[in-house]
């Protein structure tokens, strides 16, 4: 097995695992929307808590939801271990002056920030909703009926239209589309790039999509809170209401 | 001393095949028990390297720069000729043979480059199969390109950077041969002396350019692969670290210094713009296809425009000299190199010159811009027009380029026989360093050639020859010779930081360039000639008495680096006026103004000079001894050059 | 003596230069001034003038790394205010002229910095890392003597141009120098690529790769996250295309080849 660690240890192999898990994360933020932008239908929240019950309950997306962690789990890791091979490999002395911003763009050279800001967002973001549906936890779900399924589901969009009401955690996931914007905006195309996916026919193409992708998916990520807080017709259920507001300010966790 | 070329018996053509079944081999199981050194890793010292280690031999090879890719052969720009006939049109072997002997102005050895034409496309193949990215066809077959003047189109080229891409296909080979142990690679390395141990060359003393340290090395022969000496001009297009002082230690050690004062001048290179000047650039001699050279046909117009009175576009057409043109219609602007230099060199000194310092003659594209329009110009010499706007802040499209004339390639070099070896046994030139091939006057494309030939293709052949005659048993610095020399070094070393004087290496050396470029340059005449020799000495005694350097010899110290590098261009400089003084001719690079027809061209005396001049030292301050070697023309006719 | 533009004003400016005595100790800015800079100067005649200066005054003049001053050498190394061989794009230091700079400016100067450049003296770094990696694959195993005939493999023209392209690497280290995380990936992968494009490359295409990637990782570079700094400061512009095909011969070889190590 030793070639195979020694590939996977290598600066071009570390980089792999950075591009073939960051590009499936691209995937999974597609699908992530896509369920999203359901709570904007005025259903009150039944197409989404629908298809949270399906992403909840599915065997294929179950056991991709554990891919998709482990995923998460090698992306933060070797980018956290990149970053400190690369800070070593710079030396121990600084340059006086560097202009490095006029040989590259800002998010090119920031993706370890960018990252950890990411990361800290989404630990809030996967104690609020994630925790909660899938492991019962913080008082877990409230049971509502939904169309089409003869089973009670998870009232999650009340999680979800409760906690958009809060200013400070709406401004917090707003902002944090930015910096996913620009984690996405070098990120998409370099993915491509480590790959070996670099062609003159193709990759003007590459660049553009990722330049249109990182845009497009972040800003309709932080349109969703900002609609649901603005607009009066997202309510969630107020039993379930009260209890997500509690236990944002309560749980220690989240101090 | 009896000079003996050693060249084989019987017909050209055959001559080196003979020869290589002739010379001893060395058993392949004894080819590890010998060590060679060799100086310097440019195309003819990284290549033999390579070449020597690949046949089993222990290499040691030095280099002064950080790695062994940055020798001056990097920055030959035209290409490198062979005869091999891809274009059918009419080269061959023997074509190649004849016009380097022609060019060479009938100064060459005709069995050492016949040899050259031969191995010339041996090159080829070995560089191709290297991965040198020469440049194709459409077809995928190598392309070609006619240069110099020659009538066939046999220059191999990689865009403007045909001696960078075979410098790196040798620097490969090179570095294949250090990952499998065979060569030990010295970098920022840099000989100060040889060491000859009974009679016969076994070691180097070097320094280490980063510590100081004075280190001695032992082989069973040495290598010098260490380049020309036109720095000895302070500025030439050489690069600033080129220098003679292996060629010139081993010089003093027994080695014969041959032709030195035949030395090339290029004419189409970027003028000095002003006292700081540290090094000159060339420009591809291509640019006179298209461009027309000229003057303002009056001294006082050249006045006006030097100030800043007039422009150019001021200056009308009749009152431009396009002298190239009207003295010479048949050849025009594309006489040789050596004719368009002094020409040039001519306006200036007749106050007809441009450009702020007048030492420079105008070369212009406005008629080639006007007929086939400026896209066409950008085509074809674009990348030479943007270098030539980087370097002067000019726009060539807009306005004529300046061009002069710098010295460019040195002929003259150590002394080699046949084997490539010099009058000290088992010391080796090869490359620029020595002065076999090139006669009085090298053709363009022809020193990567040369570079690589004896490095591939001659010395792992001929220094077998010499090894096979020695016995295989280790070489080590315990004799006493090797102490001796590395006090003489430590003590030259010690003497240059303690004379605490206060001009500068710099200082000396532009004083030095100053008196060669005016009694040496593109014309010499013998009162010139004395007056700049007592001036050189003058020199000479103000540096070993009024030299600053400051530091320790124990660091990184480049400027006492420099100062070692002056001193001995500063006796070399001599040396080259001495010769530049007997040879009372005309010939190739050297141009002595009592010697030329009545329309001025140069004028040999084959009767008294075909020979080569092989100087031998003969202690400090002593008049060098001249030695001959008749040259024989068995082949070739020898007849004038003429481009009227 | 007046240059190509007898207008052209001299100017004076102040130099902060790195000073530093070997690699074992710790170097500092120090500040100069120089006078009367012609624009026609190079950067590296600036620095000539700096140094005539200092060894006049006795004091030691500063060391940096330079040699054909024509852009083809790849000695040259300087960090110009903040930038791999100073403001000008596709340009080596030793091609920088004063013209780019005005009366009055400060010019800070520093050496490569990168943990596998040790710094020799002031200005002058290390770069033998670079040969290594070339040692350790960047060659066609085949010895002197017995090639075919060089017009035995027809290559396309458009991939003897390719290759040509990546070959023109001069190996200044600016890519390393500018890089965020020290990587010296555009400079090995101009070399893989050249070599990978080419049929004679062929044969050793994948243990080239390998062993060259090995050794760079070695040498204590760190990893390329295609910033894009090293391409943007490459005076000879090599392509980050080339650092994707190396990355491609790099997953290649690393899949299919029988070396189990």
């Given at each position: 097995?030793s070639?195979i660690?020694?590939?996977?240890s290598?600066?071009i192999?570390r980089?792999?695992?950075?591009?073939?898990?960051g590009l499936?994360?691209?995937?999974f933020?597609?699908?992530?929307?896509l369920?999203n932008?359901?709570?904007?239908?005025?259903d009150?929240?039944a197409s989404?808590?629908?298809?949270a019950?399906?992403?909840g309950t599915?065997p294929?997306i179950r056991?991709?939801?554990?891919?998709l962690m482990?995923?998460?789990?090698a992306?933060?890791?070797?980018?956290l271990?990149l970053?400190?091979?690369?800070k070593?490999?710079?030396?121990?002395?600084a340059?006086?002056v560097n202009h490095?911003?006029?040989n590259?763009?800002?998010?090119?050279r920031n993706m370890?920030?960018?990252?950890?800001?990411?990361?800290?967002?989404?630990i809030?973001h996967?104690m609020?909703?994630?925790i909660r549906s899938?492991?019962?936890?913080?008082?877990?779900l409230a049971e509502?009926?939904?169309?089409?399924l003869d089973?009670?589901?998870?009232?999650?969009?009340?999680?979800?239209?409760?906690?958009?009401?809060?200013?400070w955690y709406?401004?917090?996931?707003?902002?944090s589309?930015?910096?996913?914007?620009?984690h996405?905006?070098?990120g998409?195309?370099?993915g491509?790039q480590?790959?070996?996916?670099?062609h003159r026919k193709?990759?003007?193409?590459?660049?553009l999509?990722g330049?249109?992708?990182s845009?497009i998916?972040s800003a309709?990520?932080a349109?969703?809170?900002?609609?649901m807080f603005?607009?009066?017709?997202?309510?969630?259920r107020?039993a379930t209401?009260?209890t997500?507001e509690?236990?944002?300010?309560?749980e220690?966790?989240?101090? | 001393?009896?000079?003996d070329?050693?060249?084989?018996?019987?017909?050209?053509?055959?001559k080196?095949?003979k020869h290589?079944?002739?010379?001893?081999?060395?058993?392949?199981?004894n080819?590890r028990?010998y060590?060679v050194?060799?100086v310097?890793?440019g195309?003819?010292g990284a290549?033999?390297?390579?070449?020597?280690?690949?046949?089993?031999?222990n290499v040691?090879?030095?280099?002064?720069?950080?790695?062994?890719r940055?020798a001056?052969?990097?920055?030959?720009?035209?290409?490198?000729n062979a005869?091999?006939n891809?274009?059918?049109?009419?080269?061959s072997?023997?074509?190649?043979?004849?016009?380097?002997?022609?060019g060479?102005?009938?100064?060459?050895?005709e069995a050492?480059?016949?040899?050259l034409a031969q191995v010339?496309?041996?090159?080829?193949d070995q560089?191709?199969?290297q991965?040198?990215?020469?440049?194709?066809?459409?077809?995928?077959l190598?392309?070609?390109?006619s240069?110099g003047g020659a009538?066939?189109?046999?220059t191999?080229?990689a865009?403007?950077?045909?001696?960078q891409?075979l410098?790196?296909?040798?620097?490969?080979?090179?570095?294949?041969?250090v990952?499998y142990g065979?060569v030990?690679?010295?970098t920022?390395?840099?000989?100060?002396d040889?060491?000859?141990?009974?009679?016969?060359?076994?070691?180097?003393?070097?320094?280490?350019?980063?510590?100081g340290?004075?280190?001695q090395h032992?082989a069973?022969?040495?290598v010098?692969a260490?380049?020309?000496?036109?720095?000895?001009f302070?500025?030439?297009t050489?690069?600033?670290y080129?220098?003679a002082t292996a060629?010139?230690r081993?010089?003093?050690?027994?080695a014969?210094f041959?032709?030195?004062c035949?030395?090339?001048?290029?004419p189409?290179c970027?003028p000095v713009?002003?006292d700081y000047q540290?090094?000159?650039?060339l420009?591809?001699?291509?640019?006179r296809?298209?461009?027309?050279?000229?003057?303002?046909?009056?001294?006082?117009t050249?006045e006006?425009?030097?100030?800043?009175?007039?422009?150019?576009?001021d200056?009308?057409?009749e009152?431009?000299?396009?002298?190239?043109?009207?003295k010479?219609?048949?050849f025009g602007?594309?006489?040789p190199?050596?004719?368009?230099?002094?020409n040039a060199k001519?306006?200036?000194?007749?106050g007809r010159g441009?450009?702020g310092s007048?030492?420079a003659v105008f070369l212009?594209?406005?008629d080639v811009?006007k007929?086939?329009?400026a896209?066409w110009?950008?085509?074809?010499?674009?990348?030479l027009?943007?270098m030539?706007a980087k370097i002067?802040g000019?726009?060539p499209y807009e306005?004529?380029m300046r061009?002069?004339?710098a010295?460019?390639?040195?002929?003259g070099g150590?002394w080699?026989d046949?084997?490539?070896?010099t009058?000290?046994p088992g010391?080796y030139?090869?490359?620029?360093c020595n002065f076999s091939?090139?006669?009085?006057n090298?053709?363009?494309a022809?020193?990567?050639m040369?570079?690589?030939?004896?490095?591939?293709?001659v010395?792992?052949?001929t220094?077998?020859?010499y090894l096979?005659?020695t016995?295989?048993?280790?070489v080590?610095t315990?004799h006493p010779?090797f102490k001796?020399a590395?006090?003489?070094?430590h003590?030259?070393v010690?003497?240059l930081?303690?004379?605490?004087?206060?001009?500068?290496?710099a200082?000396?050396h532009?004083a030095l360039?100053?008196?060669?470029?005016?009694y040496c340059?593109?014309a010499?005449?013998a009162?010139?000639?004395?007056?700049?020799k007592a001036?050189?000495?003058?020199l000479?005694?103000e540096?070993?008495?009024?030299l600053?350097l400051?530091?320790?010899?124990?660091?990184?110290n480049?400027?006492?680096?420099?100062?070692?590098?002056?001193?001995?261009?500063l006796e070399?400089?001599?040396?080259m006026?001495?010769?530049?003084y007997n040879r009372?001719e005309?010939?190739?690079?050297?141009?002595?103004?009592e010697y030329?027809t009545?329309?001025?061209?140069?004028l040999?005396?084959d009767?008294?000079?075909?020979?080569?001049?092989a100087?031998?030292?003969?202690?400090?301050?002593?008049?060098?001894?001249?030695?001959k070697e008749?040259?024989?023309f068995?082949?070739v006719k020898?007849?004038q050059?003429?481009?009227? | 003596m007046?240059?190509?533009n007898?207008n052209?004003?001299?100017m004076?400016?102040?130099?902060?230069v790195?000073r530093?005595?070997?690699?074992?100790?710790?170097?500092?800015?120090?500040?100069?001034?120089?006078k009367d800079?012609?624009?026609d100067?190079?950067?590296?005649?600036?620095?000539d003038v700096?140094?005539?200066?200092?060894?006049?005054q006795?004091e030691?003049?500063?060391?940096?790394?330079h040699?054909?001053?024509?852009g083809i050498?790849?000695s040259?190394?300087?960090?110009?205010n903040?930038?791999?061989h100073g403001?000008?794009a596709?340009?080596t230091?030793?091609?920088?002229?004063?013209?780019?700079f005005s009366?009055g400016d400060?010019?800070?100067?520093?050496?490569?910095r990168?943990?596998?450049f040790p710094?020799?003296?002031d200005l002058?770094?290390?770069?033998?890392?670079?040969d290594r990696?070339?040692?350790?694959?960047?060659?066609i195993?085949?010895n002197?003597?017995?090639?075919p005939?060089?017009?035995?493999?027809?290559?396309?023209?458009?991939i003897a141009?390719?290759a040509?392209e990546?070959?023109t690497?001069?190996a200044?280290?600016?890519?390393?120098?500018?890089?965020?995380?020290?990587?010296a990936m555009l400079f090995?992968?101009?070399k893989v690529?050249?070599?990978?494009l080419?049929p004679?490359g062929?044969v050793?295409?994948?243990?080239r790769?390998?062993?060259?990637v090995?050794?760079?990782?070695?040498?204590?570079?760190?990893?390329?996250s295609?910033?894009?700094s090293?391409a943007?400061?490459c005076p000879?512009?090599?392509?980050?295309e080339?650092i994707?095909?190396?990355?491609?011969?790099?997953?290649?070889a690393?899949?299919?080849?029988n070396?189990?190590?």
């Open positions: 097995m070639w660690t020694k590939t996977f290598s600066s192999g980089k792999l695992i950075m591009a073939v898990t499936f994360l691209c995937s933020l597609v699908v992530h929307l369920i932008l359901q709570m904007l239908r005025h009150g929240g989404f808590n629908f298809w019950e399906f992403m599915n294929v056991f991709m939801e554990i891919v482990l995923g998460l789990l992306h933060i890791y070797q980018g271990a970053a400190v091979k690369n070593k490999a710079r030396g121990g002395q340059y006086v490095s911003e006029q590259s763009q800002w998010a090119s370890a920030l960018l990252g950890t800001l990411l990361l800290i967002f989404l809030v996967l609020n909703f994630w899938r492991f019962d936890a913080m008082g877990g509502v009926r939904v169309p089409n089973h009670p589901v998870g009232d999650l969009y009340s999680v979800a239209a409760a906690s958009f009401k809060i200013p709406v401004a917090l996931y707003a902002l589309q930015i910096a996913l914007g620009y996405l905006w070098h998409f195309r370099s491509f480590t790959l070996g996916l670099n193709y990759t003007p193409a590459i660049y999509t330049y249109g992708f845009v998916v309709l990520f349109v969703i809170p900002l609609v603005f607009s009066e017709a997202y309510q969630p107020p209401g009260n997500v509690q236990s944002l300010t309560t220690p966790a989240l101090r | 001393m009896i000079l070329s050693k060249i084989p018996e019987g017909p050209l053509a055959e080196w095949d290589k079944f002739n010379v001893k081999l060395v058993n392949p199981a080819k028990k060590d050194i060799i310097g890793t195309l003819a290549s033999a390297a390579a070449s020597l280690a690949e046949l089993g031999y040691k090879a030095f280099t002064y720069h950080d790695s062994p940055r001056h052969s990097i920055a030959a720009q035209g290409g490198i005869a091999k891809y274009q059918n049109d009419g080269d072997v023997y074509r190649l043979f004849y016009d380097t002997i022609k060479g102005d009938y100064r060459a050895r050492n480059v016949y040899r010339s496309v041996n090159i080829i560089c191709v199969a991965g040198v990215p020469f440049a194709r066809e459409y077809g995928g190598l392309a070609n390109r240069f009538q066939v189109s046999r191999f080229y865009r403007g950077q045909t001696g891409q410098l790196l296909g040798a620097y490969s080979a090179l570095s294949r041969q990952a065979k030990k690679l010295y920022r390395s840099e000989m100060l040889l060491v000859v141990v009974d009679g016969q060359a076994r070691g180097i003393i070097t320094r280490n350019l980063i510590t340290e004075i280190e032992a069973h022969a040495v010098l260490t380049g020309g000496y036109g720095n000895v302070y500025l030439s050489n690069a600033k080129c220098n060629a010139w081993a010089h003093k050690k027994g014969f041959a032709n030195p035949f030395t090339q001048i290029h189409t970027i713009s002003g540290s090094k000159l650039t420009m591809s001699e291509s640019l296809n298209d461009g027309r050279v000229w003057v303002p046909a009056s001294k006082e050249a006006r425009l030097r100030k800043g009175e007039i422009r150019v576009s200056i009308k057409e009152d431009r000299d396009y002298f190239l043109e009207r010479y219609p048949a602007n594309l006489v190199r050596d004719v368009a230099s002094r001519q306006m200036c000194d007749e441009v450009g007048g030492l212009d594209f406005a811009i007929r086939n329009g896209e110009v950008s085509q074809k010499y674009g990348n027009f943007d030539y002067t000019e726009n306005q004529p061009i002069y004339p010295v460019h390639y040195t002929m150590l080699v046949y084997n490539l070896q009058t000290i010391l030139a090869t490359g620029e091939d090139h006669g009085a090298r053709l363009g022809s020193a990567l040369q570079g690589l030939a004896d490095g591939y293709f010395i792992p052949y220094i077998g020859d096979a005659q016995a295989p048993k280790p080590t315990e010779a001796e590395e006090a003489e070094v003590a030259r010690q003497k930081m303690s004379i605490n004087g206060t001009r500068t290496p200082d000396f532009k360039g100053h008196i060669m470029w005016e340059g593109m010499r005449n009162e010139g000639l004395q007056h700049a001036e050189i000495q003058k000479r005694r540096f070993w008495s009024d600053k400051t530091g320790t010899d124990q660091e990184m480049q400027m006492l680096e420099s100062a070692g590098r002056v001193a001995d261009f070399l400089g001599e040396l006026i001495d010769d530049a009372n005309s010939c190739g690079g050297h141009f002595r103004e030329q009545p329309e001025g061209e140069a040999r005396d009767e008294n000079f075909t020979y080569v001049a100087w031998q030292f003969n202690g400090e301050n002593q008049p060098e001894i001249l030695n008749e040259l024989r068995e082949n020898l007849t050059r003429s481009y009227k | 007046a240059g190509s007898p052209a004003k001299p004076n400016l102040t130099l902060k790195w530093q005595r070997n690699r074992n100790t710790a170097g500092s800015i120090v500040d100069y001034q120089v800079i012609s624009p100067m190079s950067f590296l005649e600036m620095l700096l140094n005539e200066d200092l060894l006049r006795g030691e003049p500063v060391a940096f790394d040699d054909c001053r024509e050498c790849g040259c190394n300087l960090f110009i903040g930038r791999a403001p000008e596709g340009t230091t030793c091609q920088l002229h004063m013209r780019k009366d400060t010019i800070t100067i520093e050496p490569w990168s943990a596998a710094v020799n003296k002058s770094v290390d770069r033998s890392a670079f990696i070339i040692q350790a694959g960047g060659y195993s085949i002197t003597g017995g090639t005939d060089a017009n035995e493999i027809p290559i396309p023209k458009d141009d390719r040509f990546a070959a690497c001069i200044c280290g600016a890519c390393v120098a500018s890089c965020k995380n020290s990587s090995v992968s101009a690529s050249q070599l990978a080419l004679q062929h050793e295409r994948k243990t790769v390998e062993n060259m090995a050794q760079m990782d070695k040498e204590g570079f760190g990893a390329c295609n910033i894009g090293c943007a400061e000879v512009g090599i392509s980050l080339n994707a095909i190396m990355n491609r011969e790099y997953i290649n690393k899949a299919t080849s070396n189990l190590a």
